[in-house]
């Protein structure tokens, strides 16, 4: 159990990291024109992803789970796979990447990297994460409830930034 918390750990110390990349990353599209949508439904995500890491330090605990090695090993091959995802997302938008939803008029839409491929490929790491980072040690109630929210979460993240993106992208 100890290996699995610092595993938590470093991903929550990831966030933090990304937070302060995101912040610094929103500044410079808002001094560029950019425009914000979706605020309302920011702050539920906060709490979404803060809930997934602590149901993935509470539950095993408090639920006696114990690491299965057939499920847990594969789940952390995801994780790193997620990771990755996730990492070549980041740099693939530059400074044009962070938490919000921050659009530049003007800006043509990104089609390199894993946006080649898939137009939202991030929330496939997140949905990834979302499964394998709980059940490396079973936590199998936090990965189906943050999945169910996540869902939902997504639906109305997803239909924003297509939204803001058609509205930004429509003025190239």
């Known amino acids: 159990m100890i290996a699995y918390a610092l595993l938590v750990v470093a991903v929550a110390a990831q966030r933090l990291v990304e937070a302060l990349i995101s912040r610094r990353n929103a500044a410079w599209s808002l001094?560029?024109?950019g425009v914000e949508f979706g605020r309302r439904h920011y702050p539920f995500l906060v709490v979404l992803h803060v809930g997934l890491l602590t149901g993935c330090l509470v539950e095993p605990l408090l639920a006696h789970r114990d690491f299965v090695p057939l499920l847990g090993w594969p789940m952390f091959g995801l994780l790193l796979g997620a990771q990755a995802l996730r990492v070549w997302c980041i740099s693939t938008l530059g400074p044009r990447w962070n938490f919000r939803v921050i659009v530049v008029?003007?800006?043509p839409r990104v089609r390199s990297g894993p946006?080649?491929?898939?137009s939202h490929p991030n929330?496939?790491?997140v949905v990834v994460e979302g499964l394998a980072l709980p059940l490396i040690h079973s936590a199998w109630i936090t990965a189906t409830a943050f999945t169910v929210l996540n869902v939902a979460a997504l639906s109305v993240r997803i239909r924003t930034e297509e939204r803001a993106l058609g509205l930004?992208?429509?003025t190239v």
């Open 31 to 33: 001094q560029r024109g």
């Open 105 to 107: 008029p003007g800006l």
């Open 115 to 118: 946006y080649r491929y898939l």
């Open 123 to 125: 929330y496939v790491a």
């Open 168 to 170: 930004a992208t429509a």
